[in-house]
Protein backbone atom coordinates (compact mmCIF):
# COMPACT_ATOMS: atom_id res chain seq x y z
CA UNK A 1 0.00 0.00 0.00
CA UNK A 2 1.29 3.58 -0.92
CA UNK A 3 2.32 5.28 2.34
CA UNK A 4 -0.39 8.40 2.78
CA UNK A 5 0.60 11.65 0.13
CA UNK A 6 3.38 9.49 -1.50
CA UNK A 7 2.33 8.23 -5.65
CA UNK A 8 4.26 5.21 -7.32
CA UNK A 9 5.90 6.44 -10.11
CA UNK A 10 4.03 5.03 -13.67
CA UNK A 11 6.80 3.84 -15.71
CA UNK A 12 4.57 2.58 -18.53
CA UNK A 13 3.68 6.30 -18.99
CA UNK A 14 7.66 6.83 -19.80
CA UNK A 15 8.44 9.07 -22.85
CA UNK A 16 11.91 7.20 -22.96
CA UNK A 17 12.88 4.85 -26.11
CA UNK A 18 13.92 1.69 -23.65
CA UNK A 19 17.10 0.37 -25.17
CA UNK A 20 18.08 -3.17 -23.69
CA UNK A 21 21.82 -3.86 -23.39
CA UNK A 22 23.60 -7.54 -22.68
CA UNK A 23 26.96 -6.49 -21.16
CA UNK A 24 29.54 -9.48 -21.70
CA UNK A 25 32.20 -9.36 -19.41
CA UNK A 26 32.24 -7.48 -15.73
CA UNK A 27 35.85 -6.40 -15.36
CA UNK A 28 36.98 -2.81 -15.62
CA UNK A 29 35.56 -2.09 -18.92
CA UNK A 30 32.25 -3.54 -18.19
CA UNK A 31 31.94 -1.48 -15.05
CA UNK A 32 33.10 1.79 -16.76
CA UNK A 33 30.29 0.83 -19.73
CA UNK A 34 27.66 -0.45 -17.28
CA UNK A 35 28.50 3.39 -15.34
CA UNK A 36 28.06 5.24 -18.59
CA UNK A 37 25.00 3.79 -19.18
CA UNK A 38 23.32 4.67 -15.79
CA UNK A 39 24.92 8.04 -16.35
CA UNK A 40 22.72 8.41 -19.97
CA UNK A 41 19.20 10.00 -18.35
CA UNK A 42 21.22 11.82 -15.29
CA UNK A 43 24.04 13.26 -18.19
CA UNK A 44 21.47 14.54 -20.96
CA UNK A 45 18.20 16.44 -20.61
CA UNK A 46 17.02 15.03 -23.67
CA UNK A 47 18.58 12.11 -23.67
CA UNK A 48 17.92 10.12 -27.02
CA UNK A 49 17.05 6.49 -24.80
CA UNK A 50 16.91 5.26 -21.37
CA UNK A 51 19.39 2.33 -21.55
CA UNK A 52 18.12 -0.39 -19.48
CA UNK A 53 20.98 -3.35 -17.96
CA UNK A 54 19.14 -6.21 -19.13
CA UNK A 55 22.02 -8.92 -18.34
CA UNK A 56 25.30 -9.42 -17.83
CA UNK A 57 27.54 -12.63 -18.78
CA UNK A 58 30.44 -13.34 -17.22
CA UNK A 59 31.99 -17.30 -16.28
CA UNK A 60 32.00 -17.23 -12.25
CA UNK A 61 28.43 -17.54 -11.20
CA UNK A 62 28.58 -16.16 -7.52
CA UNK A 63 31.26 -13.11 -9.57
CA UNK A 64 28.61 -12.19 -12.46
CA UNK A 65 25.83 -12.74 -9.80
CA UNK A 66 27.11 -10.35 -7.55
CA UNK A 67 28.09 -7.59 -9.90
CA UNK A 68 24.89 -8.09 -11.30
CA UNK A 69 23.31 -7.30 -8.33
CA UNK A 70 25.91 -4.04 -7.69
CA UNK A 71 25.01 -2.89 -11.14
CA UNK A 72 21.59 -3.00 -11.37
CA UNK A 73 20.93 -5.60 -14.00
CA UNK A 74 18.20 -7.64 -14.16
CA UNK A 75 19.44 -10.83 -15.13
CA UNK A 76 22.81 -12.71 -15.47
CA UNK A 77 24.18 -15.92 -17.57
CA UNK A 78 27.39 -17.52 -17.85
CA UNK A 79 27.30 -18.02 -22.09
CA UNK A 80 28.42 -15.88 -23.43
CA UNK A 81 25.79 -17.11 -26.69
CA UNK A 82 23.20 -16.56 -24.51
CA UNK A 83 23.70 -13.30 -24.65
CA UNK A 84 24.55 -12.98 -27.97
CA UNK A 85 21.16 -14.72 -29.25
CA UNK A 86 19.04 -13.42 -27.19
CA UNK A 87 16.03 -11.51 -28.91
CA UNK A 88 15.50 -9.25 -26.29
CA UNK A 89 18.42 -7.54 -26.21
CA UNK A 90 19.40 -4.30 -28.49
CA UNK A 91 22.50 -3.48 -28.02
CA UNK A 92 25.75 -6.54 -27.09
CA UNK A 93 28.43 -4.50 -25.16
CA UNK A 94 31.65 -7.11 -25.66
CA UNK A 95 33.97 -5.85 -22.64
CA UNK A 96 36.20 -8.64 -22.82
CA UNK A 97 40.19 -9.24 -22.85
CA UNK A 98 41.05 -8.70 -26.69
CA UNK A 99 41.42 -12.12 -27.89
CA UNK A 100 38.09 -12.47 -27.16
CA UNK A 101 36.42 -9.72 -29.28
CA UNK A 102 35.94 -11.51 -32.28
CA UNK A 103 33.47 -14.58 -31.97
CA UNK A 104 30.87 -13.16 -29.64
CA UNK A 105 30.95 -9.95 -31.86
CA UNK A 106 30.20 -11.89 -35.09
CA UNK A 107 27.90 -14.18 -33.33
CA UNK A 108 25.91 -10.51 -31.98
CA UNK A 109 26.21 -9.32 -35.57
CA UNK A 110 24.62 -12.24 -36.90
CA UNK A 111 21.89 -12.37 -34.76
CA UNK A 112 20.74 -8.85 -35.39
CA UNK A 113 21.89 -6.81 -32.60
CA UNK A 114 23.86 -3.63 -32.85
CA UNK A 115 27.47 -4.07 -31.11
CA UNK A 116 29.72 -2.17 -29.15
CA UNK A 117 33.63 -3.62 -28.56
CA UNK A 118 36.03 -2.64 -26.42
CA UNK A 119 39.66 -1.43 -28.21
CA UNK A 120 41.41 -2.73 -30.35
CA UNK A 121 39.38 -4.91 -32.96
CA UNK A 122 40.67 -7.81 -32.51
CA UNK A 123 44.60 -8.69 -32.16
CA UNK A 124 44.21 -10.65 -35.51
CA UNK A 125 44.20 -8.50 -38.82
CA UNK A 126 42.13 -11.01 -40.75
CA UNK A 127 39.97 -11.26 -37.64
CA UNK A 128 39.07 -7.41 -37.71
CA UNK A 129 38.83 -7.27 -40.99
CA UNK A 130 35.72 -10.12 -41.23
CA UNK A 131 34.18 -8.12 -38.03
CA UNK A 132 34.05 -4.81 -40.48
CA UNK A 133 32.78 -6.71 -43.61
CA UNK A 134 29.79 -8.56 -41.04
CA UNK A 135 29.17 -5.15 -39.81
CA UNK A 136 28.96 -4.04 -43.85
CA UNK A 137 27.03 -7.39 -44.39
CA UNK A 138 24.61 -6.51 -41.46
CA UNK A 139 23.96 -3.23 -42.21
CA UNK A 140 23.58 -3.42 -38.36
CA UNK A 141 25.00 0.02 -36.42
CA UNK A 142 28.36 -1.31 -34.84
CA UNK A 143 31.30 1.07 -32.43
CA UNK A 144 34.69 0.28 -31.58
CA UNK A 145 35.16 2.02 -28.44
CA UNK A 146 37.76 4.78 -29.40
CA UNK A 147 36.62 6.55 -26.17
CA UNK A 148 39.19 9.78 -26.44
CA UNK A 149 36.89 10.93 -29.43
CA UNK A 150 34.39 11.89 -27.07
CA UNK A 151 36.15 14.38 -24.70
CA UNK A 152 34.83 17.91 -25.06
CA UNK A 153 38.50 19.06 -25.19
CA UNK A 154 39.22 16.26 -27.90
CA UNK A 155 35.97 17.27 -29.94
CA UNK A 156 36.66 20.88 -29.60
CA UNK A 157 40.02 20.22 -31.41
CA UNK A 158 38.05 18.41 -33.97
CA UNK A 159 35.73 21.14 -34.77
CA UNK A 160 38.84 24.09 -34.71
CA UNK A 161 40.23 22.01 -37.38
CA UNK A 162 37.04 20.85 -39.32
CA UNK A 163 36.91 25.16 -39.54
CA UNK A 164 39.83 25.50 -40.92
CA UNK A 165 40.56 27.55 -37.73
CA UNK A 166 44.23 26.02 -37.73
CA UNK A 167 44.44 26.41 -41.38
CA UNK A 168 46.72 23.98 -43.47
CA UNK A 169 47.56 20.67 -40.99
CA UNK A 170 51.39 20.01 -40.96
CA UNK A 171 51.99 18.37 -37.72
CA UNK A 172 50.88 15.91 -35.41
CA UNK A 173 53.05 14.33 -32.42
CA UNK A 174 51.30 12.02 -30.03
CA UNK A 175 52.33 9.83 -26.89
CA UNK A 176 50.61 7.06 -24.97
CA UNK A 177 52.52 6.80 -22.27
CA UNK A 178 52.47 4.21 -18.55
CA UNK A 179 54.90 2.72 -16.19
CA UNK A 180 54.01 -0.34 -15.56
CA UNK A 181 56.37 -2.31 -16.73
CA UNK A 182 59.05 0.11 -16.28
CA UNK A 183 60.90 -2.18 -13.03
CA UNK A 184 62.79 -5.33 -15.10
CA UNK A 185 62.06 -7.01 -11.59
CA UNK A 186 58.07 -6.56 -11.84
CA UNK A 187 56.33 -10.06 -11.45
CA UNK A 188 54.85 -10.58 -15.17
CA UNK A 189 51.17 -10.36 -13.73
CA UNK A 190 51.54 -7.15 -13.16
CA UNK A 191 52.84 -5.97 -16.44
CA UNK A 192 49.24 -6.32 -18.59
CA UNK A 193 50.93 -5.70 -21.80
CA UNK A 194 53.07 -8.70 -21.41
CA UNK A 195 50.80 -10.59 -19.39
CA UNK A 196 47.30 -12.48 -20.30
CA UNK A 197 46.75 -12.09 -24.07
CA UNK A 198 49.96 -10.22 -24.29
CA UNK A 199 48.94 -7.62 -26.66
CA UNK A 200 51.86 -5.42 -26.29
CA UNK A 201 52.12 -1.32 -25.76
CA UNK A 202 51.12 -0.77 -29.77
CA UNK A 203 48.18 -2.62 -29.69
CA UNK A 204 47.03 -1.73 -26.18
CA UNK A 205 47.28 1.97 -25.90
CA UNK A 206 49.24 2.89 -29.28
CA UNK A 207 45.71 2.25 -30.50
CA UNK A 208 44.19 4.88 -29.78
CA UNK A 209 46.18 7.71 -30.88
CA UNK A 210 46.55 6.14 -33.96
CA UNK A 211 42.29 6.30 -34.08
CA UNK A 212 43.30 9.93 -33.01
CA UNK A 213 45.34 10.50 -35.88
CA UNK A 214 42.61 8.98 -38.32
CA UNK A 215 39.97 11.13 -36.20
CA UNK A 216 41.66 14.56 -36.33
CA UNK A 217 44.19 14.31 -39.30
CA UNK A 218 42.57 11.71 -41.71
CA UNK A 219 43.83 8.75 -43.46
CA UNK A 220 47.51 7.61 -42.98
CA UNK A 221 49.47 6.15 -45.85
CA UNK A 222 53.21 5.37 -44.79
CA UNK A 223 54.69 4.44 -41.45
CA UNK A 224 57.97 4.14 -40.47
CA UNK A 225 58.05 2.30 -37.32
CA UNK A 226 60.44 0.37 -34.37
CA UNK A 227 59.20 -2.07 -31.86
CA UNK A 228 61.29 -2.46 -28.62
CA UNK A 229 61.06 -5.46 -25.88
CA UNK A 230 63.88 -4.21 -23.52
CA UNK A 231 63.32 -6.64 -20.70
CA UNK A 232 62.90 -10.08 -22.42
CA UNK A 233 62.57 -12.15 -19.42
CA UNK A 234 60.24 -11.74 -16.65
CA UNK A 235 59.68 -13.97 -13.28
CA UNK A 236 56.14 -14.85 -12.74
CA UNK A 237 54.73 -15.08 -9.34
CA UNK A 238 55.95 -18.37 -8.41
CA UNK A 239 59.56 -17.33 -9.38
CA UNK A 240 59.53 -18.97 -12.68
CA UNK A 241 61.08 -16.71 -15.59
CA UNK A 242 58.57 -16.42 -19.07
CA UNK A 243 60.37 -14.96 -22.34
CA UNK A 244 58.32 -11.92 -23.58
CA UNK A 245 57.95 -10.86 -26.70
CA UNK A 246 55.54 -8.01 -26.47
CA UNK A 247 56.29 -5.00 -27.43
CA UNK A 248 57.16 -2.08 -24.32
CA UNK A 249 57.91 0.64 -26.59
CA UNK A 250 56.73 1.84 -29.84
CA UNK A 251 57.87 4.90 -32.03
CA UNK A 252 56.72 5.62 -35.66
CA UNK A 253 56.76 8.66 -38.33
CA UNK A 254 53.15 8.79 -39.95
CA UNK A 255 52.39 9.93 -43.21
CA UNK A 256 49.27 11.95 -44.23
CA UNK A 257 47.03 11.54 -47.72
CA UNK A 258 46.44 15.29 -46.62
CA UNK A 259 50.49 16.10 -46.67
CA UNK A 260 50.46 16.05 -42.73
CA UNK A 261 53.10 14.04 -41.11
CA UNK A 262 53.59 13.12 -37.31
CA UNK A 263 54.82 10.59 -35.21
CA UNK A 264 53.26 8.58 -32.45
CA UNK A 265 55.15 7.36 -29.34
CA UNK A 266 53.56 4.58 -27.10
CA UNK A 267 55.30 3.11 -24.14
CA UNK A 268 54.96 0.51 -20.78
CA UNK A 269 58.47 1.83 -19.50
CA UNK A 270 57.87 5.50 -19.11
CA UNK A 271 58.55 5.66 -15.61
CA UNK A 272 56.57 8.17 -13.70
CA UNK A 273 53.78 8.02 -15.93
CA UNK A 274 50.21 6.76 -15.06
CA UNK A 275 48.08 7.20 -17.59
CA UNK A 276 49.84 10.22 -19.72
CA UNK A 277 48.47 10.81 -23.17
CA UNK A 278 49.42 14.05 -24.75
CA UNK A 279 49.47 15.72 -28.38
CA UNK A 280 49.86 18.71 -30.46
CA UNK A 281 48.83 19.74 -33.59
CA UNK A 282 50.51 22.54 -35.78
CA UNK A 283 48.49 23.93 -39.07
CA UNK A 284 50.16 27.42 -40.94
CA UNK A 285 47.13 29.82 -39.05
CA UNK A 286 47.36 27.74 -35.46
CA UNK A 287 48.36 24.48 -32.88
CA UNK A 288 46.66 22.89 -30.19
CA UNK A 289 47.65 20.96 -27.38
CA UNK A 290 46.35 18.55 -25.74
CA UNK A 291 46.84 16.89 -22.15
CA UNK A 292 45.02 14.14 -20.87
CA UNK A 293 45.98 15.16 -16.97
CA UNK A 294 44.23 18.12 -17.66
CA UNK A 295 41.71 16.96 -19.69
CA UNK A 296 38.85 19.94 -19.32
CA UNK A 297 41.53 21.92 -21.34
CA UNK A 298 42.55 22.67 -24.97
CA UNK A 299 45.36 24.95 -25.70
CA UNK A 300 44.77 26.79 -28.48
CA UNK A 301 47.48 28.96 -30.47
CA UNK A 302 45.88 31.20 -33.16
CA UNK A 303 48.22 33.71 -35.80
CA UNK A 304 45.15 35.90 -36.04
CA UNK A 305 45.17 37.02 -31.97
CA UNK A 306 44.97 40.57 -32.63
CA UNK A 307 46.98 42.84 -31.60
CA UNK A 308 49.79 41.06 -32.13
CA UNK A 309 51.68 41.72 -28.51
CA UNK A 310 49.14 39.29 -27.03
CA UNK A 311 49.47 36.17 -29.02
CA UNK A 312 50.09 33.11 -27.13
CA UNK A 313 48.67 29.90 -26.27
CA UNK A 314 45.62 30.24 -24.83
CA UNK A 315 44.37 27.30 -22.39
CA UNK A 316 40.61 26.88 -23.07
CA UNK A 317 38.09 25.54 -20.46
CA UNK A 318 36.18 23.84 -22.66
CA UNK A 319 33.25 23.82 -20.48
CA UNK A 320 30.86 26.69 -21.69
CA UNK A 321 27.51 24.97 -23.39
CA UNK A 322 29.46 26.42 -26.64
CA UNK A 323 31.86 23.86 -26.79
CA UNK A 324 30.93 20.78 -27.71
CA UNK A 325 29.93 17.48 -25.75
CA UNK A 326 28.53 19.69 -22.39
CA UNK A 327 26.42 18.72 -20.17
CA UNK A 328 23.53 20.71 -20.23
CA UNK A 329 23.12 19.99 -16.48
CA UNK A 330 27.39 21.14 -15.45
CA UNK A 331 27.36 24.87 -15.43
CA UNK A 332 30.10 26.96 -16.97
CA UNK A 333 33.66 25.63 -15.24
CA UNK A 334 32.57 22.24 -13.70
CA UNK A 335 34.27 19.63 -15.05
CA UNK A 336 33.48 16.33 -16.57
CA UNK A 337 35.69 13.25 -16.18
CA UNK A 338 37.71 10.81 -17.98
CA UNK A 339 34.16 8.60 -17.70
CA UNK A 340 32.36 10.87 -19.43
CA UNK A 341 34.42 9.73 -22.40
CA UNK A 342 32.61 6.66 -22.25
CA UNK A 343 29.31 8.35 -21.50
CA UNK A 344 29.18 10.59 -24.80
CA UNK A 345 30.41 7.89 -26.40
CA UNK A 346 27.79 4.78 -25.52
CA UNK A 347 24.75 8.33 -25.86
CA UNK A 348 26.35 9.06 -29.58
CA UNK A 349 25.49 4.94 -30.17
CA UNK A 350 22.12 5.26 -28.77
CA UNK A 351 21.22 7.92 -30.98
CA UNK A 352 22.95 6.14 -34.07
CA UNK A 353 20.72 3.07 -33.02
CA UNK A 354 17.51 4.75 -32.02
CA UNK A 355 17.35 7.28 -35.01
CA UNK A 356 19.38 5.35 -37.46
CA UNK A 357 22.35 7.60 -37.91
CA UNK A 358 25.58 6.55 -38.67
CA UNK A 359 28.40 5.92 -36.59
CA UNK A 360 31.05 7.51 -38.30
CA UNK A 361 32.85 9.95 -38.56
CA UNK A 362 32.36 11.37 -34.82
CA UNK A 363 32.21 7.86 -33.51
CA UNK A 364 34.57 5.29 -34.53
CA UNK A 365 32.56 2.13 -36.37
CA UNK A 366 34.43 -1.85 -37.02
CA UNK A 367 35.55 -0.61 -40.10
CA UNK A 368 37.20 2.33 -38.94
CA UNK A 369 38.57 -0.24 -35.89
CA UNK A 370 39.88 -2.47 -39.16
CA UNK A 371 41.90 0.74 -39.78
CA UNK A 372 43.73 0.79 -37.03
CA UNK A 373 44.64 -2.48 -37.31
CA UNK A 374 46.10 -1.99 -40.84
CA UNK A 375 47.98 0.60 -39.00
CA UNK A 376 49.19 -1.61 -36.44
CA UNK A 377 50.13 -4.28 -38.50
CA UNK A 378 52.07 -1.87 -40.88
CA UNK A 379 54.01 -0.64 -38.49
CA UNK A 380 54.98 -3.89 -36.83
CA UNK A 381 56.11 -4.96 -40.52
CA UNK A 382 58.08 -1.83 -40.62
CA UNK A 383 59.47 -2.44 -37.90
CA UNK A 384 60.99 -6.16 -38.96
CA UNK A 385 61.98 -4.85 -41.82
CA UNK A 386 63.84 -1.80 -40.59
CA UNK A 387 62.09 0.36 -43.66
CA UNK A 388 59.13 2.33 -44.56
CA UNK A 389 56.51 0.90 -45.22
CA UNK A 390 52.87 1.64 -47.36
CA UNK A 391 49.74 1.18 -45.68
CA UNK A 392 47.81 -0.23 -48.76
CA UNK A 393 49.95 -3.11 -48.38
CA UNK A 394 48.17 -4.41 -45.83
CA UNK A 395 44.51 -3.02 -45.92
CA UNK A 396 42.44 -4.40 -47.97
CA UNK A 397 38.62 -2.01 -48.99
CA UNK A 398 35.85 -2.63 -46.58
N1 LIG B 1 38.69 2.15 -24.01
C1 LIG B 1 39.31 2.14 -22.85
O1 LIG B 1 39.42 3.16 -22.18
C2 LIG B 1 39.89 0.84 -22.34
C3 LIG B 1 40.60 0.82 -21.11
C4 LIG B 1 41.04 -0.41 -20.64
C5 LIG B 1 40.82 -1.58 -21.37
N2 LIG B 1 40.17 -1.49 -22.57
C6 LIG B 1 39.89 -2.70 -23.37
O2 LIG B 1 38.72 -3.29 -22.82
C7 LIG B 1 38.77 -4.72 -22.92
C8 LIG B 1 38.56 -5.33 -21.55
O3 LIG B 1 39.58 -4.89 -20.70
P1 LIG B 1 39.39 -4.85 -19.11
O4 LIG B 1 40.48 -4.01 -18.57
O5 LIG B 1 37.99 -4.51 -18.79
O6 LIG B 1 39.66 -6.38 -18.76
P2 LIG B 1 39.25 -7.15 -17.43
O7 LIG B 1 40.15 -8.32 -17.36
O8 LIG B 1 39.16 -6.21 -16.28
O9 LIG B 1 37.77 -7.66 -17.75
C9 LIG B 1 37.50 -8.60 -18.74
C10 LIG B 1 36.20 -9.29 -18.43
O10 LIG B 1 35.89 -10.22 -19.47
C11 LIG B 1 35.45 -11.43 -18.86
N3 LIG B 1 35.65 -12.54 -19.80
C12 LIG B 1 36.79 -12.94 -20.38
N4 LIG B 1 36.55 -13.99 -21.20
C13 LIG B 1 35.22 -14.25 -21.12
C14 LIG B 1 34.35 -15.22 -21.70
N5 LIG B 1 34.82 -16.15 -22.52
N6 LIG B 1 33.02 -15.20 -21.38
C15 LIG B 1 32.56 -14.27 -20.53
N7 LIG B 1 33.33 -13.32 -19.95
C16 LIG B 1 34.63 -13.33 -20.23
C17 LIG B 1 36.29 -11.51 -17.61
O11 LIG B 1 35.74 -12.41 -16.68
C18 LIG B 1 36.22 -10.06 -17.14
O12 LIG B 1 35.00 -9.83 -16.46
C19 LIG B 1 40.12 -5.04 -23.54
O13 LIG B 1 39.95 -5.27 -24.90
C20 LIG B 1 40.95 -3.78 -23.32
O14 LIG B 1 41.93 -3.59 -24.30
C21 LIG B 1 39.70 -0.32 -23.04
Not at 20 to 44: C, D, E, R, T, W
Not at 60 to 67: A, G, L, R, S
Not at 241 to 261: H, Q, R
Amino acid sequence: MDQKGFFQVDYSKSDFIEVKIGMLGYGFMGQVHSNAFIKVPFSFSDPVARPVLLAICGRNQKKVEDTARRFGYKEYCLDWQLLAKDPRIDIFDNCTPDDWHYLPSIVAMENGKHVICEKPLSLKLEEAFQMAQKARETKIKTMCCYNYRFLPAVRFAHQLIKQGILGKIYQFRAKYLQQQGHNPFEHIEKVWYAHGTKSGILMGIGSHIIDMAHFLIGEITAVSGLRKTYNQMRKDCSGKSNPVSADECTIAILEFKNGAIGTIESSGVSTGRKNYQGWEINGSKGSIVFDLEDLNHLQVYSTDANPPEIQGFSNVLVTDSEHPLQINYLPSGHNQGWEYGHVHALHHFLDCVVNDKPVEPLGASFQDGYRVQVVIEAINQSSARGKRVEIKEFGRDI
